[in-house]
């Protein structure tokens, strides 16, 4: 069987799901070593990297992957949160700004722009937000869940129960 960056990124994916650390990383490492400038590995390894919580790695590794391809909204909005999730709060928004320029109808954009004012307590940004994500796509369970708590933060309980009404309807329809 030959080699290929493409199998090795598929096997470290899998070896990730199957818990197996160690040999996902070892395989995404010689997956780069046969494809240095391949995107999509960079992506996937800069994912598994934040989810076993080696952010600082993670924000390095995607950020690689957004050089290589800086038009790939799913790199920005995982690069916006590895900034987020290292405390880098002002680059976070920077990325989902620059995400948004490139495509304003993103809602996965806007439901991390609307995180990254809640965390900054500009609720009112962060309101707007989620709102954008949810009218784009209203059955984006995350942001209705965001805009629920953010209703609540600002007192807003009839907002609060529209979104909790729509959060029913679409676990109803899941559990069908």
Same mark, same amino acid.
């Given at each position: 069987?030959?080699?290929?960056?493409?199998?090795?990124?598929?096997?470290?994916?899998?070896?990730?799901?199957?818990?197996?650390?160690?040999?996902?990383?070892?395989?995404?490492?010689?997956?780069?070593?046969?494809?240095?400038?391949?995107?999509?590995?960079?992506?996937?390894?800069?994912?598994?990297?934040?989810?076993?919580?080696?952010?600082?790695q993670s924000r390095?590794?995607?950020?690689?992957?957004?050089?290589?391809?800086?038009? *790939? %909204?799913?790199?920005?909005? &995982?690069?916006?949160?590895? @900034?987020?999730?290292?405390?880098? !709060?002002?680059? #976070?928004?920077?990325?989902?700004?620059?995400?948004?320029?490139?495509?304003?109808?993103?809602?996965?954009?806007?439901?991390?722009?609307?995180?990254?004012?809640?965390?900054?307590?500009?609720?009112?940004?962060?309101?707007?937000?989620?709102?954008?994500?949810?009218?784009?796509?209203?059955?984006?369970?995350?942001?209705?869940?965001?805009?629920?708590?953010?209703? *609540? %933060?600002?007192?807003?309980? &009839?907002?609060?129960?529209? @979104?909790?009404?729509?959060?029913? !309807?679409?676990? #109803?329809?899941?559990?069908?």
């Amino acid at each position: 069987m030959t080699e290929s960056a493409e199998k090795l990124n598929n096997h470290a994916l899998s070896l990730f799901q199957g818990g197996q650390i160690e040999e996902s990383i070892a395989c995404f490492k010689r997956a780069l070593t046969l494809e240095p400038e391949n995107h999509l590995i960079w992506f996937n390894f800069g994912i598994t990297l934040r989810d076993i919580g080696e952010i600082s790695q993670s924000r390095a590794t995607l950020q690689r992957a957004h050089d290589l391809n800086e038009d *790939d %909204e799913e790199i920005l909005d &995982a690069l916006a949160i590895a @900034c987020m999730n290292d405390g880098d !709060l002002d680059s #976070a928004l920077s990325l989902c700004a620059e995400g948004l320029s490139k495509n304003e109808l993103n809602p996965r954009l806007w439901n991390t722009f609307g995180v990254l004012y809640f965390k900054k307590d500009a609720l009112d940004l962060a309101c707007e937000s989620f709102e954008h994500a949810v009218t784009l796509n209203p059955y984006y369970y995350d942001a209705l869940f965001n805009l629920r708590d953010t209703y *609540d %933060e600002l007192g807003n309980t &009839a907002g609060k129960e529209r @979104c909790a009404e729509q959060m029913r !309807l679409i676990k #109803a329809t899941q559990s069908e």
